[in-house]
Structure formats: structure tokens, C-alpha cells
């Protein structure tokens, strides 16, 4: 159950670096990322009342489910967006990969049970090289530094919010995890979203669909999925998927936009797994 959970969250998250692709051809980033997070809220509410979820109770659990979405649904996708628009997308992926390095640090010191290894970071280095050889066709340090600080950022409040959720909520459902976060990321995403006024964009079948997509399985499904992960895997382990959804995006931008497939693809693809594997199943020690 785990593993297939497993599997169908990294096909949903690597999906969404294609769909972000496609939508983003008619609709400005922040417009795009509101709209998104807006639809999703909707259709979670909706299924919020269904279930009959009560909000947590106690005012330190939502202040602290605020922060968690404050960092993931607010700053991590604000500082995506923004370095996105001035570096291209290898070395996007490339630094956004840096996040089971912050997570690993972060988890070191707010979670006993879950302290750095050298396996642990052996495999991290190897999944890490992995996405540089996935990209090195294409990898080049041109950009604005402020891009690629961006992405990095980006990495450090993903991995933050992770770590804390880890710690802090990991009592809460996952599908209220999921929802409660939404508006915190809102307050971070709609004030930018106004420098984009004013808005030009088509509606076409493409951008609907890439929204409709992103809300229910992107944001919906996806988000759920990896907190549910998050309560049963260490936060390390369960941040090495970042290594691997480059692998799905790639792979489905092959097939559904035709993006030529890199002579690196299968070297990168290669050293990810092992790095992956080796990190994850770490020998326990002898009682």
C-alpha cells in the first residue's frame, strides 16, 4: 500500500512540471498559481463537509498548520515561480534537487529519531549527481544569481515545512493538512499576483485543463498523498522523491510534448535510483 501510494504521488508531482508547462504558455505564473490554489480549496471544502472534518481545536495547531503552509504552499512556490522566470528549467531542477540536503539538515536537529547518517548522505550525494548528469546536456550557471538563490530558497522553505509538519502535526489528517494549509499560502501568492495586472491571458482547453489538473490531482491528491507519506516514512526518505520526479517529468514531456530525450537520460536515471536505494534502506545496527 505504501509503495503504490508511493508511486502514484511521484507520478502526480512529476506530472505537474509538464502541466505547469503548458498552462503557463497562456496564463501569467502568479495568476496561474492563485487560480490554482483558489480551484483547489473550493473542491477540498467541498469534500472537507463531506467527510465532516472538524478543524483542530487547539489555536497552537492552527497556528502552527499556518507557518507549515505559510512555507509550503506560500514562500516555496512564491520563490519557484520567481527564479523560473530568470533561469531556465535544468538548473531549476538541479537546485530544487538540493532538498533532501536541507531536509536531512533540517530533520538532524528537529527530529531525534531521524539524525544524518553516512549512508544516508552517501546516497544523497549519488541521487544528487544522479540529477546533475540527468541535465548535463543542457546545464549551464548563466542567470541572474538572484534566480538561482530563488530556487534554493525555494528548496529551504519546502524542506522547512516538512521537517515542522513532521514534528509538530503529524497527529492531523492528511486531507486537512492539505486544505487547512491553502489559505496561509494564499496570503504569500496574491499580493504578487497583482504586479501581473493587467492580466492578459487566453482561455483555452489547454490552460483549463492544466488548472483543473493541478487543483484536483497536483494540489488535491498529490499534497494528501505526501503527507499521508510523511506520518508512515522519515522526512529524509521520503524528500529523496525529489530526485526522481525530473525522471517522470522528462519522461512525460518525451511523450506528450515530444521534448527530445537526452543522451543522459539513462546514466542520471542510473545513478538516482542507486542513490535513492542506498539512502532508504539503511542497514540497522546489530542489537
Known amino acids: 500500500m505504501i509503495i503504490l501510494l508511493y508511486i502514484i504521488t511521484l507520478l502526480l508531482f512529476g506530472s505537474t512540471w509538464v502541466v505547469v508547462k ?11 498559481a492563485v487560480v490554482r490554489f483558489v480551484i483547489a480549496f473550493l473542491l477540498l471544502g467541498i469534500a472537507f463537509r463531506i467527510w465532516r472534518y472538524q478543524l483542530p481545536p487547539l489555536p497552537n495547531i492552527r497556528r502552527k498548520i499556518f507557518v507549515a503552509g505559510f512555507l509550503m504552499y506560500g514562500l516555496n512556490f512564491l520563490f519557484i515561480y520567481i527564479g523560473q522566470q530568470w533561469i531556465d528549467s535544468s538548473l531549476a531542477a538541479v537546485l530544487f534537487a538540493t532538498m533532501p540536503f536541507f531536509t536531512g539538515i533540517f530533520a538532524h536537529f528537529l527530529l531525534p529519531q531521524e539524525r544524518l547518517t553516512k549512508q544516508v548522505i552517501a546516497g544523497m550525494i549519488v541521487g544528487f549527481a544522479g540529477t546533475i548528469a540527468l541535465f548535463s546536456n543542457n546545464l549551464t550557471l548563466s542567470g541572474p544569481v538572484l534566480g538561482m538563490l530563488s530556487l534554493l530558497l525555494s528548496s529551504v522553505f519546502c524542506s522547512w515545512a516538512t521537517v515542522l509538519i513532521k514534528r509538530d502535526l503529524n497527529d492531523i489528517p492528511a486531507a486537512q493538512l492539505s486544505i487547512l494549509q491553502i489559505p496561509a499560502g ?15 491571458f487566453d482561455i483555452s482547453f489547454a490552460s483549463i485543463g492544466a488548472l483543473l489538473y493541478l487543483a484536483i490531482l497536483g494540489t488535491g491528491a498529490a499534497f494528501i498523498g505526501w503527507y499521508y507519506l510523511l506520518k508512515r516514512v522519515s522526512a529524509v526518505a521520503l524528500s529523496l522523491m525529489t530526485f526522481l520526479e525530473p525522471l ?7 511523450f506528450l510534448l515530444h521534448e527530445k530525450l537526452e543522451s543522459h537520460f539513462l546514466l542520471g536515471g542510473a545513478l538516482i535510483l542507486v542513490g535513492v536505494l542506498i539512502a532508504t534502506f539503511e542497514r540497522k545496527p546489530a542489537h
Open 22 to 32: 503548458i498552462g503557463l504558455q497562456t496564463v501569467p505564473p502568479f495568476t496561474f
Open 186 to 200: 494564499l496570503v504569500v501568492l496574491v499580493p504578487p499576483m497583482f504586479l501581473e495586472l493587467p492580466l492578459q
Open 248 to 254: 517522470v517529468a522528462i519522461g512525460l514531456g518525451h
